[in-house]
């Protein structure tokens, strides 16, 4: 069973909280918060398995990026951000890696909508700089159609997660799809599918391949 720890310090969390907190207010996002289970607006059913919102720590990004092999062309793969939110964590994303599209999908349609509007943010008159596309999905319901890079900040339940993953299991094996994943509290699930790359102990951050 992978330890998962749970002791960071003040220190290192005032840190990355600052660094966010600086990113996001240069670019002016909107609805970064944290949103609750109960606020979020889905189906009662839909809120058994799920998990708050809240914005990964940008570092995090980094630092997951840095558990890819060095050679990995990961310009050819797609970024999914799973349960994407407001599509911060995926702007973040886009402004340091040139991945060769980006997709976040999440199952709340006010959220989606914010990530629509933080995109024009983003972009400003350049929207066709990049590749990006945001929808609502389910990801139970959802299924990957290109090469991936999947980005989870443990989004929802092992229920959920496990069917999100047999889902697409044949896909992901078939194109050596990676997932990296930031508060990694499933790993053993996805570690009976796919195999660990690299794991950061201290942050709880794993970059698994299928």
Known sequence: MTNHNF????????????????WI??????????????????????????VQFEVVWFKNIDRLM????SEFEYEKYCLVDVGCGSGIS????????RFKNFYGFDFSSSLIESALKNKSKFFGNNQNKLDMKFEVNNAREFKLIE????F???????????KMILNNLNHMKRTRSIILYANDLYLDLLLKYGNLIKRNDLFNLSCIQF
């Not at 840095?66 to 092999?69: A, R, S, T």
């Not at 900040?153 to 496990?162: A, K, L, V, W």
């Open 7 to 22: 002791f960071i310090s003040d220190e290192i969390r005032k840190e990355n909280n600052d660094f966010n907190q600086i």
């Open 25 to 50: 207010s240069k670019n002016k996002f909107l609805d970064y918060s944290v949103i609750k289970v109960n606020d979020l607006d889905v189906s009662p059913k839909q809120k058994i398995d799920s």
């Open 66 to 69: 840095e558990l890819l092999p």
């Open 90 to 97: 995926t702007f973040y994303f886009a402004s340091k890696y």
């Open 147 to 150: 090469s991936s890079i999947l």
């Open 152 to 162: 989870m900040f443990n989004p929802f339940g092992i229920e959920t997660m496990e």
